[in-house]
């Protein structure tokens, strides 16, 4: 039977999207051939990566100044891609609001002088520095930010303002609530976590940022070759592009962004809601940082939390255990999480604190 998975990544899929792939695995478009077959040159394959760069130029209003390319290797190579394209001064901004954040900046240091001007570690991460007091760096050639925090379950309620261009890690929270991509240089997701299966990575970038890559930057990392090639420079993840698009498919016919925006601060709040008014459990974010996506929660005991893992799993409700940092338990509840399976999780957890009082 399907469960309700709250992974943080990979994570759930729309079950439309799966029932589709399902449907024409062995036989894409009349070809004959599933799609994990066919050549990334046949025209039946690049009319998917064609129609899935439109679509994410649409529903996420992207310039024509910006190229949308399709990348291997997760969110964190592109951790060193971006000083490689960007850090012709050698020296950048970091916000470090997490462990992910982190791992970028300690990356930059590899190539330049990776300046950390605002950092949340103080408070285990569940703030993000007030953005509008933070000391920039003159002449710095971004500024880097993770816009969203998987594993604390904190993010940016407002982005900075900044000189240089400002670079995001949207990984966990693409396409779930509405950005303006022009206040940005680069935005980057690894798609695994709200769009697709794990292998392929998104980078929308301001074209004119992306010319002059640094002379020892590799080939397969510079985003101007995968920009003029239309991500074809290379053989493709070309499954996950095929099920990103699908997913892109199906968001567009729910409305886009903003509609999604809208089902996803109300399964937030139904379950923030709950939490709050719990006598059992806690979430420690600040109130205006919490995540949309996800929601890391405590019993504060150690062996109360083991025992709701294990007798959620047994009701369907699977994939909640936190992050070895945090402990605990964690609820992603991304795009293709219904509101039904957040209202099962209430239920569960309303259950388990009137037998564990």
């Known amino acids: 039977m399907r469960v309700y998975n709250f992974a ?70 592109q951790f060193a891609a971006i ?43 569940t703030y993000i520095p007030d953005v509008d007091k933070l000391n920039y760096t003159e002449g710095a050639d ?48 690894g798609a695994q976590k709200n769009l697709a299966p794990a292998g392929v990575t998104i980078v929308i970038a301001k074209r004119d940022l992306i010319q002059d890559p640094l002379p020892i930057c590799p080939t ?10 239309g991500s074809l420079y290379n053989t493709p993840p070309a499954f996950s592009i095929y099920m990103a698009n699908l997913v892109l498919r199906n968001l567009k016919e729910k409305g886009g962004v903003k509609a999604m925006q809208d089902i996803n601060e109300h399964k937030a709040k139904l379950l ?24 890391p929660f405590v019993t504060g005991s150690d062996e109360l939390d083991a025992k709701f893992v294990a007798e959620a799993k047994k ?4 994939s909640l255990k936190g992050h070895r940092l945090v402990g605990g338990m964690r609820a992603s509840i991304y795009n293709a999480m219904p509101v039904e399976g957040v209202k099962a999780l209430i239920e569960f957890m309303k259950k388990f604190e009137t037998e564990n009082k």
């Open 8 to 77: 943080a990544g990979p994570s759930t899929l729309p079950l439309e999207v799966l029932q589709k792939a399902k449907d024409e695995f062995l036989d894409f478009s009349g070809t004959g051939m599933s799609v994990t077959e066919i050549s990334h040159r046949d025209k039946a394959y690049m009319a998917i990566v064609e129609e899935a760069e439109k679509l994410v130029r649409e529903l996420l209003n992207v310039p024509d100044d910006y190229c949308v390319i399709f990348v291997q290797g997760g969110a964190s190579t």
């Open 83 to 125: 000083p490689l394209n960007l850090m012709h001064n050698k020296k950048a901004d970091y916000i470090v609001t997490g462990n992910f954040a982190k791992k970028a900046w300690q990356e930059g240091q590899l190539y330049g002088e990776a300046v950390k001007i605002g950092d949340s570690s103080d408070k285990v991460y």
């Open 142 to 189: 971004y500024v880097h930010i993770t816009s969203n925090n998987t594993i604390f379950g904190s993010r940016y309620s407002k982005f900075p303002k900044c000189k240089a261009p400002l670079v995001a890690d949207m990984s966990s929270e693409i396409f779930s609530r509405e950005v303006d991509v022009k206040k940005f240089g680069v935005i980057y997701a």
């Open 220 to 229: 397969m990392l510079r985003w101007k070759v995968q920009d003029e090639n």
């Open 272 to 295: 923030y809601d709950f939490i709050d008014n719990s006598k059992l459990y806690k979430n420690n974010v600040l109130p205006e940082f919490r995540s949309i996506m996800n929601v």
């Open 315 to 318: 009701v369907g409700l699977v």
